[in-house]
C-alpha cells in the first residue's frame, strides 16, 4: 500500500495523524464478492455494511476506513474486516496491510554541508580527508578542484566538520625553506602572513626558534619521515580572522567548524597551511605543475676523475668555485657501483648536521645554507674517502643525483638552481675525448661542452639534427688537459634535439644538446 501527500489538513487533524502524508483504506477494499445473510440490508439478504478496524483496537460497526500514515512504513499491519446485518451481528476476516514509501514522500527534510579547501595561494588541495561529526557521521575526501560535500543530511541537527591530511610530511619542504626562516628568526626578512608563521612553527611550540630548523633539517635529510609534536597539514577558516596576525598562535585557530540547526545548503571553506613549506610550493594535486628551474645557471661542484685501483683508499675533494651569491643547497651523493663503497665522509663547509648518512657505504644526502651576510666565493664542501674491490673511474663510481634529496640551489634572487657534479681532468689523461660537462642542457643562449683530451690535437666537431643533416661544425687544435667548446643557439637550426660527435687522432665521443628558447 503506497503513501500519499493529504493536501486536506484538516482530514490529517481530524484522524490524529502526525504527518500529512497518509493513505485511506476502506472496509469495501476487501470485498471482492457478495456476501448473504437472512437479515441482510439489501435485496435477497445481500449484507451491504462493512466496517474495518487494527486488530489491536475494538471493533467499530461504525468505523468505515483505517488510516495509515508514515509511522506505518515497513510494518505488516493486521486488520479486521467485519460483516454486519440488520440486527447487529457480526463476523470478521483477518487480512494484512503492508505500507511502503515509494514515492520518498516521509523522508524527511534533507540539507547540504559543502566547501572547498585550498593553499593561501588559491590552490586546490586534493585528497583531503573530511570528518562530518554531530546529527550524523561522515567521511569524506576532497576532489581534484578541493571540494567536498555531504549531502541528504537531516535538516535541524547540529554537524562538525574538520579536515585532516597527515602524509607526506617532507612534500613541499626543502632547504629554502629553512633559509627564509632563518632570515625570519635573524630579523632580516619577516614572514609576513599569520599561515607562513604557523608553517613555520614545525614543532607546534607555538613560536618559531632554531628547534623548528634543526627538525625540518632533519626531515630534508630524510632522518626522519615525519614532524614531531605536529602534523602534515594544518586546516582553519578561510575567513577566520586572526587577532593578532604577527603572533597566530595567541589563540586556538579553530580547525573545527561548526553548524547548528542546518537547513539548506551551507558551505565551509577552510585554508590549508602545509608544515614547513613557508614559500608554499608543496604539491597538492595531480594538475599542479612541478616547480620550474627559472635560470639557465647552475651550481657545478668539482671532483677529480680519478681511477680507484682494486683494494685503494682514495680521498676525494668535493670543491666548488660558484659560491658567490649561493643562499643554499641541497642533494643525494651515491655510490653507484657495485664495487665502490663510501667508507667515509670528513667536514668542510658542510658540517655533520648537515648530511645524512642513510645508508653510509652507498647513499649519503645533504642540506646546508649560508650564514647571512657571508661572501664564500669557492670552498672544499667535503671530503669523501672511498675504496673499490676493482678498478673503478670515479666518475663511473659516484653520482649526484634526487633519489632522496632533491639536487637544487638557490641563488641571491631566490631564484631555483640545478646542482651537477663536474669532473675535472685530474687522473683522465689516459682515456681521450671524455666529455666532462654539457652545461646547460636543455640551453637557452649557449651550452658549454667541456671534455679531455690526454695530449694536443686536431679535434673536429659537427652537429647533427634529428634528421641527420649536419647544422654546424668546426676544427681546431686542442690542448692536452681540459678543453672547453661553447655552442650559441644561432649555431643551430632552431629549437630541438641535437646529436654531436667530437672526434680526433685518439678518438671520439657522442652526445646529445637540446635547444629550448
Request: overall charge negative; some cysteine; charged content about 25%.
Amino acid at each position: 500500500m503506497g503513501l500519499i501527500p493529504v493536501m486536506d489538513r484538516a482530514v490529517a487533524a481530524a484522524a490524529s495523524a502526525t504527518t500529512e502524508t497518509l493513505v485511506v483504506v476502506g472496509a469495501n477494499d476487501f470485498i471482492r464478492s457478495p456476501i448473504y445473510d437472512c437479515t441482510g440490508q439489501g435485496e435477497q439478504g445481500r449484507v451491504e455494511r462493512f466496517s474495518i478496524n487494527r486488530a489491536i483496537d475494538p471493533a467499530d460497526s461504525t468505523q468505515r476506513s483505517v488510516l495509515f500514515t508514515c509511522d506505518d512504513i515497513g510494518e505488516l499491519v493486521e486488520v479486521h474486516i467485519y460483516a454486519w446485518d440488520e440486527a447487529g451481528n457480526g463476523d470478521h476476516c483477518t487480512a494484512y496491510v503492508e505500507v511502503q514509501d515509494n514515492m520518498g514522500f516521509c523522508e524527511p527534510a534533507t540539507s547540504i554541508i559543502a566547501g572547498s579547501i585550498k593553499t593561501e595561494n588559491g590552490i586546490e588541495v586534493e585528497n583531503v580527508e573530511v570528518l562530518l561529526a554531530g546529527g550524523e557521521e561522515r567521511v569524506t575526501h576532497t576532489d581534484g578542484r578541493g571540494r567536498y560535500a555531504f549531502d541528504r543530511l537531516p535538516s535541524g541537527r547540529n554537524y562538525d566538520v574538520r579536515p585532516g591530511l597527515n602524509e607526506d610530511h617532507v612534500n613541499g619542504v626543502s632547504t629554502f625553506d629553512l633559509i627564509l626562516i632563518q632570515k625570519h628568526i635573524l630579523g632580516i626578512t619577516q614572514l609576513h602572513t599569520p599561515y607562513q608563521l604557523i608553517a613555520a612553527d614545525v614543532n607546534n611550540s607555538g613560536g618559531i626558534s632554531t628547534l623548528d630548523l634543526i627538525q625540518l633539517r632533519k626531515l630534508i635529510l630524510g632522518l626522519g619521515d615525519s614532524f614531531l609534536g605536529n602534523q602534515s597539514w594544518r586546516f582553519v577558516m578561510s575567513d577566520y580572522d586572526f587577532t593578532d596576525p604577527g603572533q597566530p598562535w595567541k589563540e586556538a585557530m579553530p580547525e573545527t567548524m561548526g553548524v547548528d540547526a542546518l537547513d539548506g545548503e551551507v558551505t565551509l571553506d577552510f585554508m590549508a597551511i602545509k608544515i614547513g613549506d613557508v614559500n608554499g610550493n608543496a604539491r597538492v594535486n595531480n594538475s599542479q605543475p612541478p616547480p620550474e628551474v627559472r635560470n639557465d645557471d647552475q651550481l657545478d661542484l668539482w671532483a677529480p676523475d680519478l681511477l680507484v685501483e682494486a683494494g685503494d683508499h682514495l680521498e676525494v675533494p668535493i670543491t666548488s668555485e660558484d659560491l658567490k651569491g649561493i643562499q643554499g643547497m641541497q642533494f643525494t651523493l651515491e655510490a653507484i657501483h657495485p664495487d665502490l663503497n663510501i667508507e667515509s665522509i670528513r667536514p668542510a663547509l658542510l658540517a655533520n648536521d648537515h648530511m645524512g648518512p642513510l645508508d653510509p657505504k652507498r647513499l649519503w644526502t645533504f642540506s646546508w645554507n649560508a650564514q647571512p651576510g657571508s661572501q664564500l666565493e669557492s670552498a672544499t664542501l667535503f671530503t669523501v674517502e672511498v675504496s673499490a674491490r676493482a678498478d673503478i673511474r670515479l666518475q663511473d663510481g659516484l653520482r649526484l643525483t634526487s633519489s632522496k634529496t632533491p639536487a637544487e640551489a638557490y641563488n641571491e634572487f631566490d631564484e631555483l638552481l640545478n646542482v651537477a657534479l663536474q669532473w675535472s681532468a685530474s687522473g683522465v689523461g689516459d682515456r681521450a675525448f671524455d666529455v666532462l660537462e654539457v652545461a646547460p642542457n636543455p640551453f637557452r643562449d649557449q651550452v658549454r661542452l667541456r671534455f679531455s683530451l690526454p695530449a694536443a690535437e686536431a679535434v673536429h666537431l659537427r652537429i647533427f639534427d634529428v634528421a641527420g643533416r649536419m647544422v654546424h661544425q668546426r676544427a681546431w687544435n686542442g690542448t692536452a688537459g681540459l678543453n672547453d667548446i661553447f655552442i650559441r643557439s644561432e649555431d643551430l637550426a632552431g629549437d630541438g634535439l641535437y646529436l654531436f660527435r667530437l672526434e680526433g687522432d685518439t678518438g671520439h665521443r657522442e652526445g646529445r644538446l637540446v635547444l629550448k628558447r
